[in-house]
């Protein structure tokens, strides 16, 4: 059976963007609903970063996991073209930014200016890790081999975790300003969206660039397995 739809459980703009441009280029008839959690946000609570990131998105996993068993699946915008909602697959994810004063701290979403703006100065002119933990859940009619993470119901559960290492150029105050002023802080881990307007001034020195703009690479690669 092949593939109809993905539930992208989650209210990122950037991830979205990436998911549609790999159905584009896939050239494939998937349809892509993208509508949060309800209860989306999961405030960090491991010591290390890829624990936190893998962590926070088991959480909304299972979140998702109780959200398809009450028929949250039958309620998104699939269209009456699919009519069997096994063949749909729910993506969930997160993203940490490591604040390279402190490898044990994490950088998430700043909750106003001040805090995108410490952020910004503190990544400014340094390398930091960018993690990513991404999950999918796959109905068990699927042919997919491999072990799942989490079972539950008739779906299964898959989480993969990557980091890549960005670079950021002194950042002036101009620049700052115009960073901080263009609002592109918002919604994004370590308030900055590489492919936004930080892309003038960051770059991926190892690892993949998706992970940064917040999925797992290898879980994109699983799942392009599936189209």
């Not at 590489?194 to 993949?208: E, F, H, I, T």
Request: proline share 2%.
């Amino acid at each position: 059976m092949g593939l109809e739809g993905i539930w992208l459980a989650s209210a990122s703009k950037r991830r979205s963007i990436l998911l549609e441009e790999l159905i584009s280029k896939e050239n494939v008839g998937i349809k892509l609903v993208c509508s949060p959690l309800i209860e989306d946000e999961i405030s960090p609570k491991k010591p290390s970063l890829k624990e936190t990131v893998f962590s926070i998105t088991k959480m909304k996993m299972q979140n998702a996991f109780l959200e398809i068993s009450l028929g949250r699946l039958q309620e998104l915008n699939f269209g009456e073209n699919i009519k069997d909602h096994s063949k749909i697959i729910t993506i969930v994810s997160d993203t940490l930014v490591e604040d390279p004063d402190s490898f044990e701290q994490v950088f998430g979403k700043a909750s106003d200016i001040l805090e995108a703006a410490a952020m910004l100065k503190s990544l400014s002119g340094r390398k930091h890790k960018v993690w990513s933990s991404t999950g999918l859940i796959i109905h068990k009619s699927f042919n997919f081999n491999h072990t799942p993470d989490f079972e539950f119901e008739d779906w299964l559960g898959y989480i993969w975790t990557d980091y890549s290492t960005v670079e950021i150029d002194e950042l002036s105050e101009d620049v700052l300003f115009e960073l901080l002023n263009s609002n592109s802080w918002e919604g994004k881990a370590g308030a900055y969206d590489l492919d936004g307007m930080m892309s003038k001034y960051a770059r991926v020195k190892d690892g993949g660039k998706i992970t940064v703009l917040g999925l797992s690479s290898t879980a994109i690669n699983y799942l392009q397995d599936l189209f």
